[in-house]
């Protein structure tokens, strides 16, 4: 398999896992009476794993998009050109401002 396959799997599958967890939290405090419905239900694993389900695609979502968005790489630094008019902060060129003169016309 591709390295980038396994990498957003391996992601996927933490979001799964984290959301899990969520919906284990959310039970264990009985947030919104979540675990009273879920104790007076006859089929209580339904409700339960479609909105483990759920909360885990959306987790797993989240987690791909953030690990795609970390492996961003740094730009090589460019060398700084001599007497330029330019300032180089971190890699990045700050213009500076120049004045110019306009003459006034009358129309």
């Known amino acids: 398999m591709p390295k980038l396959v396994i990498f957003l799997a391996k992601h996927a ?3 799964f ?6 919906v284990g939290g959310l039970v ?3 947030v ?3 675990r009273a419905l879920l104790a007076g239900s006859h089929d209580a694993w339904l409700p339960a794993s479609i909105l ?6 959306t987790f797993a979502s989240v987690q791909m998009g953030v690990a795609v968005m970390l492996l961003a790489e740094d730009e090589p630094q460019q060398p700084t050109p ?3 008019s330019k300032a180089h902060v971190s ?3 700050v213009l500076q401002p120049v004045p110019v003169r306009i003459p006034a016309r009358r129309r």
């Open 13 to 15: 599958a933490l979001g």
């Open 17 to 22: 896992v984290m959301a899990a967890a969520f």
């Open 28 to 30: 264990a405090l009985d």
């Open 32 to 34: 919104g009476h979540l």
């Open 52 to 57: 483990t389900f759920v909360m885990g695609l």
């Open 82 to 84: 001599r007497g330029g």
């Open 91 to 93: 890699g990045l060129a």
